[in-house]
């Protein structure tokens, strides 16, 4: 197998902290792998058979209900750990992770975590870093989706996912990846006619542009009012 250069994770989280001898051993017991678009990572309830870093690209990450409901959990950017099912203390995969365009991530056998971070103290200290920003913003949207209407749930979505993965655009700021308006409904916990409907309605206001899983936020700042139910 041949070795991974440490310039492709140089600001990786997952190695921050780590000297150039820890962190050359430990990408020297990961692998590195390609997931075409539309392939799988890993399958929801599957042994947790390995936990990866995304080093191109990018992934949908999703939970299938008991009545058989996708919801939508995240998206896994690069540079980002994903599938730490040891860290959390689960022999299985929570959620099932596809790529949305095609990627390339480092993954290390899950069996070797203990001795891994044994090894590698700040392995484990940056792993529970992005677990804890995690589950804050999963707090974040269950009080949204507790607290909030439709229209502001949306808003906060299209704009916390316009700051993580935004391009800037001659129109606004793309969101850089596929992405539809499905999505925003499994994201936002409700239907895809109640977004197309509020979508719509934007785009005639000039607030946002789509297309075929295409998302232009135009103006940001009447989002925010929305969001934050500030509209006058």
């Known amino acids: 197998m041949a070795a991974i250069d440490p310039v492709l994770v140089a600001g990786v989280p997952l190695f921050a902290g780590m000297p150039p001898k820890?962190?050359?051993?430990?990408?020297?017991?990961?692998?590195?792998?390609?997931y075409p678009k539309g392939g799988t990572v890993f399958q929801q309830d599957a042994d947790a058979h390995s936990f990866f870093v995304l080093l191109h690209g990018r992934l949908r990450v999703f939970k299938l209900t008991q009545d058989g409901q996708q919801v939508v959990v995240r998206y896994v950017a690069p540079g980002e750990v994903f599938g730490?099912?040891?860290?959390?203390?689960?022999t299985t995969y929570p959620g099932t992770a596809v790529a949305v365009v095609d990627s390339i991530a480092l993954q290390w056998p899950s069996g070797s975590w203990s001795r891994l971070v044994a090894a590698h103290p700040?392995?484990?200290l940056n792993t529970l870093h992005t677990v804890g920003g995690r589950i804050q913003e999963l707090h974040t949207?269950?009080?949204?989706?507790?607290?909030e209407q439709v229209e502001r749930r949306v808003a906060h979505t299209l704009l916390r996912l316009a700051q993580q993965a935004g391009r800037k655009v001659e129109t606004g700021v793309r969101i850089d990846f596929p992405i539809s308006r499905q999505d925003i409904a499994e994201m936002t916990g409700t239907t895809l006619h109640t977004v197309s409907r509020i979508?719509?309605?934007?785009?005639?206001?000039?607030?946002?542009?789509s297309g075929r899983q295409k998302i232009t936020v135009c103006e940001p700042h009447q989002l925010l009012l929305i969001a934050d139910d500030a509209e006058t």
Do not use: D, F, N, P
């Open 22 to 34: 820890e962190r050359e051993a430990l990408l020297q017991e990961a692998q590195s792998v390609r």
């Open 122 to 124: 700040a392995l484990a």
């Open 199 to 209: 979508i719509s309605a934007w785009e005639e206001r000039g607030l946002v542009e």
């Open 141 to 147: 949207r269950v009080v949204e989706m507790s607290t």
């Open 84 to 90: 730490v099912a040891s860290a959390i203390g689960r």
